[in-house]
C-alpha cells in the first residue's frame, strides 16, 4: 500500500469511526449505544484498526472497550480501561464514565465465573464495586447509575457472605439514590430514571413501588430491548428477584413478556426457571398491573413459549454438547409414523456416515434441561436423514423410557412475509443453557407458497433474523401467533438470497417443516 493509498484509508477510518462514536456520544444516558446495539461488531473493528493508525483518543479507547464487553468478553474489556484510566484527569467527564464502564466490566467477568472459583470472583467483585464507588464519588455522588450499582453488588455481596471490600451502608446508600432521584424534575423522569428507582425499590424491600416504576419504565418508548436485555440481567443475576416470591418472579416475568414483544429482544432462559413455573393466579393479576390490560394475554402467550423450550433438547457428544434437537411426534410428518415421537435435528450434527463432519448416533445422547438436566436421554439410532446440501436433517429414534417431553405442534403452512413478520428460536447457543433467540428476529424471505420459487422444490428455506450462533444448529423455529414449528434452523452468515434473487445478505437460514414432512412420506 502507498503511503498516499494509507493516508486515505486512515482518513476513511477516522471518519467513520467518528461518525459511530458521535452519535454515540451525542445521546442521553447511553441511549445511542442502545441503538447501535448490532454494531458493537463494527465500533470494535473501527476502534482497533484506528488505534493501530495511530488515533489515540480517549473516545476511541473507551468504545472499544464498550464493545468487548457488549460482544461477551468483558476482561479484555477491563484490560482496555486499565490502560486508558492513567491518561484521564479527575475531572474530565470521560473518566467517570470510563469508571462506570470498568465496574460493568469486573461485574460480568464475576457473574461469568463458576462458583468454584472463589478467589477469582472475589478479585472481580471488588474491582467491580471499587470502580463504581470510584464513578459514583466522581459525578459528585450524582450518578444514580454508577451508585445503583454500586448498591446492587453490596447487596449481593451481603446475600453470599462475599467480602466487598470497603463495606457499603445499604440502607443509607438507597435512602441517598432515592434523594438523587426523587431531585429529578418530573418532566426529565425518562425510561433509565424509572429503571435505577426499580433497583433501589428492590433494594429497600418496596416491590410494589418497583412495580410501579417497571410499568413506567416499560411505558417508556426509550425503553428498547436492547434495554431491557440489561435490566433483565440486573434483576436475574444481581438482585435474584426470582427468588422473591410472586412479586419478585412477576417483575422479572413481565421483563421478559416486555422483551418477547419488542423488536431485537433476547434473554436467557434458567433451565430450573422453566421447569418450576408454578401456575399462580395472583401473579397474572400482578403481571397486568405492570404491562397494563393486555398483561394477561401477554403472560400467557409468553407461557405458551416457555412450555414449548421443555421440548427443546441439547445434543451432547463426549466433547460437549454440540447442537439442538426438539421433540416432534411421528404422525406429523408420516402417518406411518403414528403412535411415535422422535427428536429431529441437523445432519450436520448427528450423521452415521464417517466421511461426514458430524457426530454418529452411538456417541451422542440428549439432555432435556427443562425437564431433567441430570438425565442422559439415550439414541436409538437413525429413523430417516436427509444430506446437508439438501435439508441437512436428520430424524432420530429415542428412548424416552419415562421421560416426558411433549411434540411441539407444526404449523401447516409459512407466514405472510410482511414488515414486522417475526420469528423465535430456542435452542443451546455456544452449548449453553435454553435461550429464546429474539434480536432482530425479522422474517426476510421464504420460498414456500404461493410467491416462492426454490431452485430445488423439494428444499424450500426461509431466512430470517434471529442472531444464533455455534450450538443452536438443530433448533426450532417458531411462528409468532401460535409457538408453532415452521423450520429446521441450520445456518447463518452472509446468505445467497432466495428464490433466485441475486446478491447476500447476512441471515440466517433455516429449512421449511413441511418440506421435511413430504421428503419423509416420499422416502
Known amino acids: 500500500m502507498s503511503p498516499a493509498e494509507a493516508a486515505a484509508e486512515r482518513l476513511g477510518l477516522r471518519r467513520r469511526a467518528a461518525g459511530l462514536i458521535a452519535t454515540l456520544a451525542g445521546a442521553r444516558d447511553g441511549q445511542a449505544v442502545a441503538d447501535l446495539a448490532a454494531e458493537f461488531d463494527l465500533l470494535e473493528e473501527l476502534a482497533e484498526r484506528a488505534r493501530t493508525l495511530g488515533d489515540d483518543r480517549p473516545r476511541i479507547s473507551l468504545y472499544l472497550a464498550q464493545a468487548l464487553i457488549d460482544r461477551d468478553r468483558p476482561r479484555l474489556g477491563a484490560d482496555v480501561l486499565a490502560g486508558l484510566l492513567p491518561t484521564l484527569e479527575a475531572g474530565d467527564p470521560l473518566r467517570a464514565e470510563a469508571l462506570g464502564l470498568a465496574g460493568r466490566s469486573w461485574k460480568d467477568v464475576m457473574l461469568a465465573l463458576p462458583e468454584a472459583a472463589e478467589a477469582l470472583r472475589q478479585h472481580a467483585l471488588s474491582s467491580s464495586a471499587r470502580s463504581y464507588r470510584a464513578a459514583f464519588e466522581e459525578s459528585g455522588r450524582c450518578n444514580?447509575?454508577?451508585g445503583v450499582n454500586l448498591l446492587a453488588l453490596a447487596v449481593y455481596a451481603d446475600r453470599n457472605a462475599l467480602p466487598l471490600g470497603e463495606p457499603v451502608e445499604i440502607d443509607g446508600l438507597a435512602a441517598e439514590l432515592c434523594n438523587v432521584l426523587d431531585s429529578v424534575a418530573p418532566e426529565?423522569?425518562?425510561?433509565?430514571?424509572?429503571?435505577?428507582?426499580?433497583?433501589?425499590?428492590?433494594?429497600?424491600?418496596?416491590?410494589?413501588?418497583?412495580?410501579?416504576h417497571i410499568r413506567l419504565y416499560l411505558e417508556s418508548p426509550a425503553t428498547t430491548a436492547f434495554?431491557?436485555?440489561?435490566t433483565l440481567r440486573q434483576f436475574t443475576r444481581l438482585w435474584c428477584l426470582r427468588s422473591e416470591g410472586v412479586r419478585g418472579r412477576s417483575i422479572v416475568e413481565a421483563l421478559e413478556a416486555a422483551t418477547l414483544e419488542r423488536e431485537g429482544g433476547h434473554f436467557d432462559i434458567p433451565a430450573a426457571a422453566v421447569r418450576e413455573r408454578p401456575e399462580e393466579p395472583a401473579r397474572a393479576a400482578t403481571l397486568q398491573a405492570i404491562l397494563g390490560n393486555t398483561g394477561e394475554v401477554t403472560y400467557s402467550w409468553m407461557q405458551m413459549g416457555l412450555a414449548r423450550a421443555k421440548s427443546v433438547c441439547a445434543v451432547v457428544h463426549s466433547t460437549g454438547r454440540v447442537g439442538t434437537g426438539f421433540v416432534v411426534?411421528?404422525?406429523?410428518?408420516?402417518?406411518?409414523?403414528?403412535?411415535?415421537?422422535?427428536?429431529l435435528t441437523n445432519r450436520h450434527v448427528v450423521s452415521?456416515?464417517?466421511?461426514?463432519?458430524?457426530?454418529?448416533?452411538?456417541?451422542?445422547?440428549?439432555?432435556?434441561?427443562a425437564v431433567d438436566p441430570g438425565r442422559k436421554v439415550a439414541l436409538d439410532g437413525i429413523v430417516w436423514s436427509s444430506p446437508v446440501g439438501e435439508l441437512d436433517a436428520t430424524l432420530l429414534r429415542v428412548r424416552w423410557e419415562d421421560l416426558e417431553a411433549d411434540p411441539l405442534p407444526i404449523a401447516p403452512r409459512l407466514p405472510i412475509v410482511d414488515a414486522g413478520q417475526r420469528v423465535y428460536v430456542i435452542g443451546h447457543p455456544r452449548g449453553a443453557e435454553l435461550s429464546f433467540s429474539l434480536q432482530d428476529n425479522e422474517l426476510l424471505e421464504h420460498e414456500g407458497p404461493t410467491a416462492g420459487k426454490p431452485p430445488n422444490p423439494k428444499?424450500?428455506?426461509?431466512?430470517y433474523r434471529a442472531p444464533t450462533e455455534?450450538?443452536?444448529?438443530?433448533?426450532?423455529v417458531f411462528n409468532r401467533s401460535e409457538w408453532k414449528v415452521i423450520a429446521l434452523h441450520h445456518a447463518g452468515g452472509e446468505m445467497a438470497r432466495l428464490n433466485g434473487n441475486s446478491g447476500s445478505w447476512p441471515a440466517n437460514e433455516g429449512i421449511w417443516i413441511q418440506s421435511i414432512a413430504k421428503a419423509i412420506q416420499e422416502r
Open 227 to 230: 434495554a431491557l436485555a440489561g
Open 329 to 343: 411426534a411421528g404422525a406429523a410428518l408420516d402417518p406411518r409414523l403414528d403412535g411415535e415421537k422422535f427428536v
Open 459 to 463: 428444499v424450500c428455506k426461509l431466512h
Open 188 to 212: 426529565q423522569r425518562d425510561g433509565w430514571h424509572h429503571a435505577t428507582a426499580a433497583e433501589v425499590a428492590v433494594a429497600r424491600r418496596d416491590l410494589a413501588d418497583a412495580e410501579r
Open 352 to 369: 452415521e456416515d464417517p466421511g461426514e463432519d458430524a457426530f454418529s448416533p452411538d456417541d451422542c445422547h440428549l439432555v432435556f434441561e
Open 470 to 476: 455455534h450450538g443452536s444448529s438443530g433448533s426450532p
Open 144 to 146: 444514580s447509575w454508577a
